[in-house]
């Protein structure tokens, strides 16, 4: 009998399916409940919402703060911040929408009982830069949870999610949801009449510094894996900036955050020889991206730009001076808590390798790239706009819905709004909340239909991997290497080597051009006919084995729309080897693209960039 028969198959009916508890998915629960009273409310999670997500184990600062009521910032400032950083291209409808909501969420926080330091002299927020405040977060993320389980109907935690259902009667309508239960491996079948994907970014689509025992040692939590991207992708929704993938520097190997050291404590990077190194770079890059150099901040990515550069000239590595600032010991202080309170990990990188930074300048380096919506970066899905302020070409529907009806996302999810961060994302998956219950009391009777027999072919689909293992074991003589399948660990590997050499990983220095694009995405094609040859053991494999189906899936989108895009437009980001300019002329336009799942075929197309603000 085949596996999945055995499966218990459990039903769940909801008005409001939200997909991933993480920051976007608890704002979305809380805000559908305060609209949607009457409505039923369904949040489901693949870990557990108290500590899940980019957040799980804590932040220091709330890095996405206005400060109205004080006069500190307005939204159209955010959203010109926004378009400076991410080299002109944001959706500024989406930025400003988010901008002029997200204090309310942090005032909610407070209320919740979230710490919030102050300034000492003026009683406001202590601010840690112009748009982050400080906060003691270490439990930042179950107060978050604490709103969302009181306001939903029921969260469903260790489900993985795999596949979104659509309406038996219209093929662009969503129905709902599958998935299993890691730990039971029963399987769900969410049925609900709109669904919001708040499934947090993708790391581990490109080969990490850190390989085998230090694999999990990533910047992005390891466990972000790309299902805010496929979910969609495989439904047929548009997607946009998908090339836009983001580098951070960091703190060699623990990947400890540099923000609260750059801004809070006035630390500053030097070369191996003890030089200032940026303005070094300053006429060569302006030669690569014209004025965009001279803007105030400097983009992120034209900052890692001019690290990457005095490296590979042979002055590495690059090191933060922070031995000045930890001689004031609450300065000291704060430069400890800050990685106590939510990257643990460095402070133990840094006791393991003899680095005290009150007496050495510890190094920095660049990250392998990450795809998210939600930082200094805005992949994502292509969303509506706000109905008082997006251009008609940007709304379609409800606000956030993508292009797929009833579908709605926030967070790391959408695309073109970079910036959000926790409290942007929080905002957004309420913003995306409010406008599914106007989706849902509209549709009134006109309730989508499930079809059995699509239910039953997922079911089929979704435990074959096991089904693999269980047939294929017996063919092993010796080890762990089977003729007939292959282990997601080695799925992994090979799809980050592919990503890394390929489409602009750290292998490559970033670099990448058209020849590689195309022998990428052939080599992504094998894999992909590989995949439904993976072979899982138990269900922990099989989330594994999940996980890596959607990573594939956003890798394929990102490799894509990095062919599509001839310019290189963030270099520090990912240069384009064959075209090494930014080209305003062709490309101050977002990308679009669309997956057929039907005939496998992919759309690329421009779409216009609208500067509203100022
Ligand atoms: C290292 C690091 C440092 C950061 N520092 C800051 C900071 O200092 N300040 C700040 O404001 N922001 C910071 N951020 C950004 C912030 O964490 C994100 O902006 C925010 O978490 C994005 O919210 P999200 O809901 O989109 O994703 P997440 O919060 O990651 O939530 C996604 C959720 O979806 C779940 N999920 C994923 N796939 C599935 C599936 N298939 N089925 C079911 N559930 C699924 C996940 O388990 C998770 O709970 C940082 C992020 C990182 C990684």
């Known amino acids: 009998m085949a596996l999945s028969t055995r499966k218990k198959t459990v039903f769940v009916d909801s008005d409001i399916l939200v997909v991933g508890g993480g920051m976007a998915g608890c704002g979305a629960t809380y805000e559908a409940r305060y609209w949607g009273r009457d409505l039923s409310i369904v949040c489901v999670e693949k870990a557990n919402i108290e500590r899940s997500g980019a957040v799980a184990q804590g932040l220091y600062a709330i890095n996405c703060y206005m400060g109205m009521h004080w006069g500190e910032n307005q939204p159209e400032d955010h959203v010109r911040y926004a378009r400076n950083d991410l080299m002109g291209l944001v959706r500024e409808d989406l930025g400003y929408d988010i901008a002029r909501h997200v204090d309310s969420t942090v005032h909610k926080f407070e209320e919740w009982g979230l710490p919030i330091m102050r300034n000492p002299e003026t009683g406001r927020y ?19 949870a604490e709103a969302a389980r009181k306001a939903a109907t029921q969260i469903y935690n260790r489900i993985m999610v795999t596949h979104l259902l659509m309406d038996a009667g219209n093929a662009n309508r969503i129905a709902g949801c599958v998935g299993f239960n890691v730990r039971t491996g029963d399987f769900y079948v969410f049925r609900a009449k709109a669904v919001i994907v708040c499934a947090g ?4 689509i490109f080969k990490p510094r850190a390989v085998g025992e230090g694999m999990g040692r990533t910047w992005y939590a390891p466990w972000s894996s790309a299902s805010a991207y496929a979910l969609p992708i495989v439904v047929g929704a548009k997607m946009t900036q998908m090339e836009n993938r983001i580098v951070l520097t960091r703190f060699k190997d623990g990947y400890g955050p540099v923000g609260a050291y750059f801004l809070h404590l006035k630390t500053y990077t030097q070369n191996a020889y003890g030089e200032d190194y940026e303005a070094k770079w300053y006429e060569h890059t302006k030669q690569m991206v014209g004025d965009y150099v001279d803007r105030h901040p400097v983009p992120t990515c034209l900052r890692n730009h001019a690290l990457l550069e005095e490296v590979k000239a042979g002055r ?34 840094w006791a393991s390798q003899n680095i005290d930074p009150k007496h050495t300048n510890p190094e920095l380096t660049t990250s392998e790239p990450y795809v998210m919506g939600s930082h200094a970066t805005c992949s994502g899905a292509w969303a509506s706009g706000p109905s008082d302020y997006a251009p008609a070409e940007y709304q379609w529907g409800y606000n956030r819905m993508m292009t797929v009806d009833g579908l709605f996302g926030a967070g790391d999810t959408i695309g073109g709004t970079a910036h959000k961060f926790s409290s942007g994302s929080f905002t957004e998956g309420r913003i995306a ?12 009777s006109g309730q989508p239909q499930v079809s059995d027999k699509e239910c039953a072919a997922l079911k089929k689909t979704v435990y074959q991997p096991m089904e693999n293992y269980r047939i294929g074991r017996n063919e092993i003589v010796g080890g762990t290497v089977s003729p007939s399948y292959i282990l997601p660990i080695h799925g992994l590997q090979r799809l980050e080597k592919i990503m890394d050499e390929y489409v602009g990983g750290i292998g490559a220095n970033y670099t990448t051009n058209e020849p590689l694009l195309t022998r990428g995405l052939e080599l992504l094609q094998m894999l992909k006919e590989d995949m439904e040859h993976v072979g899982a053991e138990d269900l922990h494999q099989l989330q594994r084995t999940w996980e890596l189906h959607h990573r594939v899936i956003a890798s394929e989108s990102v490799t894509r729309h990095t062919l599509f895009r001839t310019e290189t437009r963030w270099p520090g980001y990912y240069y384009r080897a064959d075209h090494p300019k930014l080209d305003d002329a062709d490309w101050h336009c977002f990308t679009l693209s669309r997956y057929d799942r039907h005939t496998n075929a992919w759309e690329l197309e421009k779409a216009p960039v609208y500067h509203i603000v100022e």
């Open 126 to 144: 202590q601010r840690e830069g112009k748009w982050q405040i400080m906060i003691h977060g270490e439990s930042y993320k179950p107060i978050v």
């Open 201 to 204: 970014g993708a790391s581990h």
């Open 316 to 349: 590495g590595p690059i090191r933060m001076v922070t031995t000045h600032a930890f001689q004031d010991p609450h300065k000291e202080q704060v430069g400890w808590e800050n990685f106590l309170g939510m990257t643990i990990g460095q402070a133990v990188v």
């Open 433 to 444: 909340g409010k406008a599914a219950v106007n989706y849902v009391n509209d549709m009134r």
